[in-house]
């Protein structure tokens, strides 16, 4: 196949409940990838099954497997290190790529080589697959390559401090070897600092399409972190600290650094104060109503604001 070749690569831990509609959503893409990766992260239900019953089927997907559980971090660092392609994206076992992602994205590859990223927009979704919502850059209306300065000012500078569209994001593997992967001290906020940080020096293939959808569960992953959040706190101070590091200030303008660290505390704050998850229900109580109803959850909000995060990192990012 010519051109820039894409390896996709998708981590498992316990997720037979989605995982041949994850599977199915690689193999059913409009082009394919050159490679595909299934880890299995030493689960304990009946994944390892259903991904060897696939492999026996296709011979592009390549199996590998942890004795031993590594988390999702070290999963990932594993399969990003064991990619042969120019190209590498992620397909979580619990979310599913739609069918022109890698058709679309290495077409962009191809025309801007450039790019240190290509991403899409992000269709989100509840466990039963009901619609909340659509997320992308909302300054960019069609596909286009952004320069290093136009990623900063419209788009870093302008979506919340929390904004991501990483699992709609391919990687050009050379630049994200720069950058080491993900980052296990900044957890489920790794990925993203990833993409920023490699936008920032070469720029980004944006497609202005939806190509993603990601079931939002409170029992996932970034679930959990959002739910917490003084942890939250602890991987804005670690990436601010990354960001003004003699390896990434380069990238990161100070002035941009001081913004995103006071938005995102805002934005935390908010959060403990009105719920994880806020913004991507169906169906909402009035702000008032709500706010009411949540007025004992209102001091320790604010009290995020006196504490101190650790910038050690936890055993389990």
Not at 166 to 181: K, L, N, S
């Amino acid at each position: 196949m010519s051109g820039p070749t894409l390896s996709v690569l998708m981590p498992n831990y316990n997720h037979a409940k989605y995982l041949a509609t994850a599977i199915e959503g690689v193999l059913n893409q409009t082009r394919a990838p050159d490679e595909f990766l299934i880890l299995d992260d030493a689960s304990t239900d009946d994944s390892l099954d259903i991904i060897t019953s696939y492999a026996e089927r296709y011979p592009v997907i390549r199996v590998l497997r942890n004795t031993t559980n590594a988390g999702v971090v070290g999963a990932h660092r594993r399969l990003f290190e064991e990619a042969r392609s120019r190209y590498v994206c992620t397909a979580p076992a619990d979310d599913a790529h739609l069918p022109q992602y890698y058709e679309h994205g290495m077409r962009m590859a191809a025309e801007h080589p450039q790019a240190g990223i290509i991403f899409g927009k992000i269709r989100v979704i509840d466990e039963r697959g009901r619609e909340l919502g659509e997320l992308g850059v909302r300054r960019w209306q069609k596909p286009l390559y952004a320069t290093p300065q136009q990623f900063l000012n419209e788009y870093l500078e302008v979506e919340a401090a929390s904004h991501s569209l990483c699992g709609a994001t391919m990687y050009r593997r050379d630049a994200f070897r720069e950058v080491d992967w993900y980052r296990p001290e900044l957890g489920s906020w790794s990925d993203t600092f990833a993409a920023r940080a490699i936008g920032l020096k070469y720029g980004a293939g944006y497609m202005a399409e939806v190509v993603y959808l990601w079931r939002r569960l409170t029992s996932s992953y970034s679930g959990k972190s959002r739910a917490n959040p003084r942890h939250t706190l602890d991987i804005i101070a670690r990436a601010a600290r990354l960001m003004r590091s003699p390896e990434f200030r380069d990238r990161f303008p100070e002035s941009h650094v001081r913004r995103w660290e006071r938005q995102y505390l805002r934005l935390t704050m908010w959060n403990a104060w009105q719920g994880e998850g806020f913004g991507f229900r169906p169906k909402q109580a009035s702000f008032w109503l709500r706010s009411l109803r949540r007025l004992p959850k209102l001091p320790g909000a604010l009290a995020l604001a006196l504490y101190r995060p650790r910038l050690d990192a936890d055993n389990n990012t």
